[in-house]
């Protein structure tokens, strides 16, 4: 194995051409100290034609001045009238800018960056953090901003330069000894309007960047999700070719059969059955599709990311096989059985019947039916890279090392030599290590191939914060030097621990878990929600303020994953094994999920915890099925650590504390209700102090606790189990406190984001679990904004509560008003006049007048003002509309 610094590849790109030096635009930065000093800004970007930049040069050079409309995948659209930027970037971008972009008669100027977005103008925008409303231009084209967001720490002598060129060009960049010690010579080959963003920290001796640019290869995924057929219940014959299934539903995925019979409320009874009163069942799927001849030679996978739950596959009425698990995704190779430029037919079983041998039994969600998420088809090369698996041995903030495994794929009938290249690239785009290795591949056969980088000085780290994100590109080239196959894999610099007395440390600091718990449906929709909504999920979780999600009870779309990644949440994800195990075949379908769940998945940095687990051993399973249970978490836990000795194991369980169970995984999740299901929201702490007694070795986190409420009702005295938003509200302050105070609890995950649906809950609102932060079509509550003001280091304010518009009051008693708030101070008004400001503890005596009252409420925070406001219509009464009361006439 070699180790390059550079990677020198002898591709027509790199063979010299003649130097010519053009920069277009060129900014200088340095960071002598924390704060920004721009020493030298060259050039600028404020032409009057629009430009768009992506990191794609290819895609630069087709924009380039076309209407920014034709391209909404950049992020800006317009609705009603309004301009709405989406921070839509494919997902192996990092930013994408805009300079001059029309919008009506205006001219604006926007960046993105890791889902964050910065414009130039106050638009309306549905973005994630809008930190600068103030014009940026400068910043962008100094690029100080983005340094300035993402800085973990004080580097002396960093560098940003942004380069743009207007042709096809070798470029040179000289940086003169002043900026960075001493003189660097950068070289580039430049697409015609490719733009690059150059980064350089503490400089290693050595150091010469070479930016990626990704090879052309025969992979890619064909979406196969629309023009679908369905038919719902057992149909003889439907897996044959001469069926005719013409009749039935066109669909398109995800899709399920149960988006509304779950959420039927009619069928209400005190003997409710839950396996009878949703649809359970199979139902058939059918789809015919072309494949191009440029697939000739290739091969074709078929790729399913979620069946529920049984799912059975024919293709041109040939058997495919099964699939068993409703949360992992799976794959047939389809070559030898596709017919390629002729029509294919697909037909699919799917089935979620109760299944004894399959987890979950039972489960306090539902089992929604269906191709619930995406089919694709993936087209590879016969030589290819089958499966990556990226570790870092050693990691600290001065030093980490790559472990790059790779099972390298053969599907032809001969031996063949390959070189294998394995590129780190940093979140700059440029590679920071190259492996490389000359293979011969057996017929018909794979390799896994090892390869560990060299040290990497001074990595970025991921954590929450700052999400730092590398990329592990692998690429196969023949013996002629032609790139086979590649693929992308995520890589973040990260370390981290449970104690039993500090809690949870990441990155070697302390970091208190501040987490929810997360099931994948929506409202209507069931489990068959689009990517854009999960985008939106995630951004609602990021934004509450909290740093971690449980993926509640199963493994979830692996594009969650990617997300998590990107914007820095930690993840425990698990297997459905929820209440009760089953006997052998049961056990191995749960070790099959979770091969599936670590294989899919174990690449991503925002993963710590793979759950095994929940509840599977409460108290009132039968007694004689517990010792099934505990050699069954036993195995799991073995499995677990042989397939990624890397991460740490948890189960989430209520009050069963048998230790020779508990004790299995490395972490100890808890679930608990005090104050809902049990005994006072005021017990949690002390029942969590004597617990923490008797197992003083245990890592406790707390995995789920929760009240529910539904939106928009308030009330005057809360009790439990009244479903009000007031209840859950105190519920949550004190829990929360609770919580904070012990250090020894790592966090805790609030149960849970998002009302979910659920057929066994009979509360206010039938079939949905109300212990959402946010209804289940994401309308927050008042326990969301306190959170945020918990949790989020963003300014906010809110005035409790924006659904408590209407009041009833007693003359001349003022009524108690109450904002969350993290804002250093803050200052309220009634009908525009000021009732005093004040620093934390934010509760107001207001002398409402009757009938129609404002409120407004502004906030300062490092700088920054943030203000909220809501109508409040008040009425005395005893007191007719408009006229005052008698006995107060006069006062
Ligand atoms: C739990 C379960 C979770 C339920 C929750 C509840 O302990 O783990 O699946 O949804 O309680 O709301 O009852």
Not at 412 to 425: A, K, L, M, Q, W
Request: proline share 5%.
């Amino acid at each position: 194995m070699e180790h390059y610094m550079i990677l020198k590849r002898n591709s027509p790109q790199h063979r010299c051409q003649k130097l010519l030096s053009f920069l277009v635009l060129l900014s200088f930065l340095a960071f002598p100290h924390a704060g920004l000093a721009q020493t030298a800004v060259q050039g600028g970007l404020q032409g009057s034609e629009t430009v768009i930049l992506t990191p794609d040069g290819a895609l630069n050079k087709q924009i380039q001045g076309r209407n920014i409309d034709e391209v909404p995948e950049l992020g800006a659209s317009q609705e009603d009238g309004r301009l709405v930027l989406l921070p839509h970037q494919p997902r192996d971008w990092q930013w994408v800018a805009g300079f001059n972009v029309r919008w009506g008669e205006k001219r604006f100027n926007f960046f993105m960056v890791d889902g964050k977005t910065f414009t130039s103008e106050q638009f309306k925008t549905n973005v994630f953090l809008t930190r600068y409303k103030e014009d940026v231009t400068g910043r962008i084209s100094s690029n100080a901003f983005h340094i300035a967001l993402h800085r973990t720490r004080v580097v002396e002598n960093e560098l940003a330069i942004f380069v743009v060129s207007p042709k096809k060009q070798r470029v040179v960049i000289e940086i003169p000894p002043d900026l960075v010690k001493r003189k660097r010579i950068l070289e580039y080959h430049m697409e015609e309007n490719e733009s690059k963003f150059i980064h350089i920290d503490v400089l290693p001796e050595e150091f010469t960047s070479v930016t990626w640019a990704p090879e052309k290869v025969s992979r890619r995924v064909v979406p196969l999700s629309d023009d679908w057929r369905f038919k719902k219940g057992e149909i003889r014959g439907a897996e044959k070719e001469n069926f005719n299934g013409s009749s039935w539903d066109r669909v398109s995925l995800p899709h399920t059969w149960n988006a509304r019979d779950v959420y039927d409320t009619r069928n209400i009874r005190d003997d409710l059955d839950v396996f009878e009163l949703y649809d359970r069942g199979p139902s058939w799927y059918r789809k015919s599709f072309s494949l191009e001849p440029s697939v000739r030679g290739q091969r074709l996978f078929l790729q399913f990311l979620g069946a529920n739950q049984v799912a059975d596959a024919w293709l041109n009425g040939k058997y495919l096989g099964q699939h068993r698990g409703g949360y992992t995704g799976f794959e047939f190779d389809i070559t030898d059985v596709a017919r390629i430029g002729r029509e294919n037919l697909l037909a699919v079983r799917v089935d979620n019947s109760f299944n004894y041998d399959i987890p979950p039994h039972t489960a306090d969600f539902d089992f929604f039916g269906g191709l619930y998420r995406q089919v694709q088809l993936l087209v590879t090369h016969p030589i290819h890279v089958k499966d990556v698996n990226v570790t870092t041995p050693n990691v600290s903030s001065e030093s980490a090392t790559v472990r790059v495994v790779t099972t390298l794929a053969n599907q032809t009938s001969t031996p063949r030599r390959v070189r294998f290249v394995t590129n780190i690239v940093n979140p700059y785009g440029e590679i920071v290590r190259s492996m490389v290795d000359e293979k011969d591949l057996p017929a018909s056969g794979s390799l896994p191939v090892e390869q560990l980088s060299d040290s990497i000085t001074n990595p970025l780290l991921w954590s929450p914060k700052y999400p730092w994100l590398y990329k592990v590109y692998s690429t196969l080239y023949n013996d002629k030097g032609e790139a086979l196959d590649q693929t992308v894999s995520p890589l973040g610099f990260r370390w981290y621990s449970f104690s039993a007395d500090q809690g949870f440390s990441m990155n070697g600091e302390r970091l208190k878990i501040k987490g929810v718990n997360y099931h994948q449906d929506y409202l209507n929709k069931g489990n068959a929600v689009p990517l854009a909504q999960k985008r939106e999920d995630i951004l609602h979780i990021k934004r509450m303020g909290a740093n971690f999600v449980r993926l509640a009870h199963y493994p979830h779309h692996p594009y969650v994953l990617d997300l998590c990644d990107s914007v820095g949440l930690l993840v425990w994800q698990e297997i459905p094994v929820v209440n009760s195990v089953g006997g052998k075949k049961f056990g191995d379908n749960a070790k099959q999920m979770l091969r599936e769940m670590i294989g899919r998945d174990k690449n991503h940095p925002s993963i710590i915890l793979w759950g095994l687990g929940n509840e599977f051993s409460r108290d009132f399973q039968p007694k004689e099925t517990l010792g099934d249970q505990k050699v069954l978490l036993g195995e799991l836990n073995a499995l677990a650590k042989q397939l990624d000795p890397s991460r740490l194991t948890t189960q989430a369980q209520n009050h069963y504390t048998d230790s020779s169970v508990m004790a299995i995984t490395d972490v100890q999740g808890r679930n608990r209700y005090y104050g809902w299901y049990e005994g006072t929201y005021d017990d949690f702490g002390r029942v969590l102090d004597e617990e923490r007694k008797q197992f003083p070795t245990w890592k406790f986190l707390v995995s789920e606790y929760g009240a529910e409420a539904k939106y928009g009702y308030h009330v005057d005295n809360p009790r439990i189990f009244d479903h009000s938003e007031t209840y859950q509200l105190d519920f949550h302050r004190v829990t929360w406190k609770a919580i904070e105070e012990r250090p020894w609890i790592a966090g805790a995950a609030i149960w849970t984001m998002f009302d979910f649906s659920s057929f066994v809950k009979i509360g206010n609102i039938p079939r949905i679990n109300q212990k959402g932060m946010m209804t289940a079509d994401r309308k927050p509550k008042d326990v969301y904004y306190f959170y945020q003001s918990q949790w989020s280091d963003e300014p906010m304010v809110y005035i409790v509560s924006h659904t408590w518009t209407h009041r009833t009051a007693t003359r001349g008693l003022p009524q108690t008003v109450r904002l969350f708030s993290n804002c250093s101070s803050v200052e309220l008004f009634l009908n525009g006049k000021s009732l005093g400001g004040k620093i934390g503890g934010y509760e107001w005596s207001v002398p409402f007048a009757e009938g129609n009252n404002s409120l407004k409420a502004v906030g300062q925070k490092d700088g920054q003002t943030v203000a909220d406001e809501m109508a409040v219509y008040v009425r005395f009464p005893g007191a007719k509309d408009g006229t005052p009361d008698k006995k107060e006439e006069g006062n």
